[in-house]
């Protein structure tokens, strides 16, 4: 048996991503909801469909039928279209709370997407290396998908 001491840096994760979406606020909101539900895909291309109730206290979870599944977090917070936020243990079987903020800004050539991973608890290093690999091509789907689809409500 291995006994290592917790330290402040092996029990914290904070990820920070950005990118110009070139769509309207809208259409880059609706895209976020489409790419982190129904479209979600693992980052080999792999279909891994989520439900995401859009509202507060709303759930994010993987249903694989007859009563399975993998519960990943709930709606902290929504406020269409500039917000979505989502606690819970995300992907991780460990004892870790997550948080995941999506903050939509308007900008002069579309939207701007600022994401912001935090977790608090026992993550993984093979799981902490592999995030920027998961969020970065949910984030790239995002925007092609919002380009694709630039109408706005």
Known sequence: MTLTMPTLENLTLNLTEEIQVNAPLDAAFDALLEQIGPANETPDGTPLPMTIEAWPGGRWFRDLGQDNGH?????????????????????????????????LKEVNEGTLITFRHTAFGFVPDEVREGLGRGWTPLLERVRKHAEAHRTTR
């Open 71 to 103: 519960f990943w977090g709930h709606v902290q917070a929504i406020k269409r279209p500039a917000l979505l936020e989502i606690t819970g243990p995300l992907f991780m079987s460990t004892a870790v709370v997550s948080n995941v903020q999506y903050r």
